[in-house]
């Protein structure tokens, strides 16, 4: 069974910057997308951005848009995930997710057949 292990995630004041990895634990692991979510406290799991594997192109969602990057490396199967000008409602647990089957939305929970244990990202006032 395929595993995605995210690290990157700690405690920032606002302002500051973090940036998320996730690493596929077999490099032959193929996906046709690859999304973070983050989910608060209280919250339902929200998108936060998406890039489509093959060609690179990226999603963000509206909350996010300018502020975050999302990247791959596929010599290493790894995603990334740049957040810049964090703000406390950024506090939340990041989840690295992997969609196998390429599927025209890649902005939903349910598009993804696999999720990483998630990291805590924590941003001071």
């Known amino acids: 069974q395929v595993q995605l292990v995210e690290s990157g995630g700690g405690l920032v004041q606002a302002g500051g910057s973090l940036r998320l990895s996730c690493v596929a634990s077999?490099?032959?692991?193929?996906?046709?997308?690859r999304g973070w979510f983050r989910q608060a406290p209280g919250k339902e799991r929200e998108f936060v951005a998406a890039i489509r594997w093959t060609t690179g192109v990226t999603y963000y969602a509206d909350s996010v848009k300018g502020r975050y990057t999302i990247s791959r490396d596929k010599a290493k199967n790894t995603v990334y995930l740049q957040m810049n000008s964090l703000t406390p409602e950024d506090t939340a647990v990041y989840y690295c997710?992997?969609?196998?089957?390429?599927?025209?939305?890649?902005?939903?929970?349910?598009?993804?057949?696999?999720w990483g244990q998630g990291t805590q990202v924590t941003v001071s006032s």
């Open positions: 077999e490099r032959t692991f193929n996906s046709a997308a």
């Open positions: 997710a992997a969609d196998t089957r390429f599927r025209l939305v890649v902005t939903t929970v349910d598009v993804y057949d696999y």
